[in-house]
């Protein structure tokens, strides 16, 4: 899910799925659109879907849904370099 302010995208992007379980854990983007920083941050289901709740009550736009992972060139938590 992608959700927009003025301020801020935001974007969720499933890990991975589970058979049986579904989405468990979602890859979170915030994009500033001031300036294009990004900010990565890995959250469960629950955390999303108070912050999807939240941010949409707070008067945030959805405005796209993100159906695949997050491109691992992008992204990689615990990457040893």
């Known amino acids: 899910m992608q959700l927009t302010t003025n301020v801020t995208t935001v974007d969720f ?12 854990r979602f890859q ?7 300036n294009g920083l ?11 879907r108070n912050e999807w709740e939240t ?3 707070n008067g945030a ?3 796209g849904y993100n159906l695949e992972q997050m491109p691992r060139s992008e992204y990689t938590p615990m990457a040893v370099g």
Not at 28 to 34: A, D, E, G, I, L
Not at 38 to 45: C, H, N
Request: hydrophobic share 40%; net charge positive.
């Open 61 to 63: 736009e959805v405005t």
């Open 55 to 57: 941010r949409i009550a």
């Open 28 to 34: 979170k983007r915030v994009t500033f659109n001031s």
């Open 13 to 24: 992007f499933p890990e991975a799925f589970i058979a049986d379980e579904g989405v468990k």
């Open 38 to 48: 990004k900010s990565y941050s890995t959250v469960t289901m629950l955390t999303a």
